[in-house]
């Protein structure tokens, strides 16, 4: 894996004197900042990693919470950001275009390993009134039975989600963990609306038909 580019926060200020300034620019002006020059500007790269850090971490770890080296990816990512930035033609997407990154570096990473494991760390999902599915666990504590049958239900889950074509992994986690709009969603991957919204509800039907007995209890 490629060296991390360290920032130490607590010198950002000293070393930089515009750092005060930069983080009252918006997002699309500082990655406008970040584009120009041969390389990005140091300060304004700070300001932007600082800003998108958690949304990083976030995907990352709903993608690999297992994973001991996340840290390790999510500096990956941004040494990505850093080299590739000055391709992005519209500063709008780099939302979307950070998420790419982030989940495209993911399966990259799990397709060298030997050993292939489901990374994705989904609530038991449920079956709603208009065909959706509910990511969410009541509350009540469980007791000893349910926690068998709970634990039971995540490891089949993650069978349910390793049998997923890549493509229809990809959609889950950017339409059920990071909650993008099918919009979003058809930008990152490069296909129509439509293949998005086919993409989901067929995942969907093949979680919940390989998980029927569980749903039903």
Known sequence: MSQSITVSWSTVDARYPEASVLDKLSNHDLILRCQTGLRPDRAAFAELLKRYQS??????YHLAPDWTDR??????????VYRNISRLQDPVKFRGWLSRISTNLFYDELRKRKRVTTPLSLDAPRTLDDGQMDWEIPGDTPGPEEVLTTREFYEQLRDAIADLPEVFRTTIILREIEGMTYEEIA???????????????????????????YLNA
């Open 55 to 60: 949304q990083v971490e976030r995907t990352l």
């Open 71 to 80: 840290a390790d990816l999510a500096q990956e990512v941004w040494i990505r």
């Open 187 to 213: 930008e990152i991957t490069g296909v129509s609306l439509g293949t998005v919204k086919s993409r989901i509800a067929r995942a969907r039907s093949r979680l919940q038909t390989q998980l029927q007995n």
